[in-house]
T-cell receptor, first 112, second 112 residues
Framework: AQSVSQHNHHVILSEAASLELGCNYSYGGTVNLFWYVQYPGQHLQLLLKYFSGDPLVKGIKGFEAEFIKSKFSFNLRKPSVQWSDTAEYFCAVNNQGGKLIFGQGTELSVKP | ETGVTQTPRHLVMGMTNKKSLKCEQHLGHNAMYWYKQSAKKPLELMFVYNFKEQTENNSVPSRFSPECPNSSHLFLHLHTLQPEDSALYLC???????????FGPGTRLLVL
């Protein structure tokens, strides 16, 4: 069965620290890859997405993610986090059938 | 953002009640989705509608009954729910099955 795995359940960082959140998926065919963010009390918002082309994708608010096909990975990065980045981050993958599979989420807490 | 709206935002119901959740998308999309978000679990896809036709039922119990009268509106009718059905129910829409999904704010449901 297709699955998406996020390695970290809860990450705690100080402001200005660098961030990398891991995401691996199990599907072997053509996929679209997404990172969504859910700020406290708000709805899921798209952070960035990869459909094709340059495997290094830039998103909003200084986030980026790199698709490494050989590793089935799509890790999220940000060079310097801010307190306002405190949120829950979800990796998601959809395949030819269009079904979007989510990881279990990573809660990021940034200390001011 | 007002692309996808959901009402009510909060709902408390007893196990014998019947209630309905409403979702409306203002994005001109033709696919709509219901998801269940429970604490510490990945988002679970419940139903998918494409052009008003149900294309996916992810083994959801019959006490959840979706309805899609047109491409802009989606309902989830609830009856004889169980306490374990308490969760955040999210609606999403997309242009086509593989495209980016946009989420509403969710309905926080508590079943007593």
């Amino acid at each position: 069965a297709q699955s998406v795995s996020q390695h970290n359940h809860h990450v705690i960082l100080s402001e200005a620290a660098s961030l990398e959140l891991g995401c691996n998926y199990s599907y072997g065919g053509t996929v679209n890859l997404f990172w969504y963010v859910q700020y406290p009390g708000q709805h899921l918002q798209l952070l960035l997405k990869y459909f094709s082309g340059d495997p290094l994708v830039k998103g909003i608010k200084g986030f980026e993610a790199e698709f490494i096909k050989s590793k089935f990975s799509f890790n999220l990065r940000k060079p310097s986090v801010q307190w306002s980045d405190t949120a829950e981050y979800f990796c998601a993958v959809n395949n030819q059938g269009g079904k979007l599979i989510f990881g279990q989420g990573t809660e990021l807490s940034v200390k001011p | 953002e007002t692309g996808v709206t959901q009402t009510p935002r909060h709902l408390v119901m007893g196990m014998t009640n019947k209630k309905s959740l409403k979702c409306e998308q203002h994005l001109g999309h033709n696919a709509m989705y219901w998801y269940k978000q429970s604490a510490k679990k990945p988002l679970e896809l419940m139903f998918v509608y494409n052009f008003k036709e149900q294309t996916e039922n992810n083994s959801v119990p019959s006490r959840f009954s979706p309805e899609c009268p047109n491409s802009s509106h989606l309902f989830l009718h609830l009856h004889t729910l169980q306490p374990e059905d308490s969760a955040l129910y999210l609606c999403a829409s997309s242009d086509r099955g593989r495209e980016t999904q946009y989420f509403g704010p969710g309905t926080r449901l508590l079943v007593l």
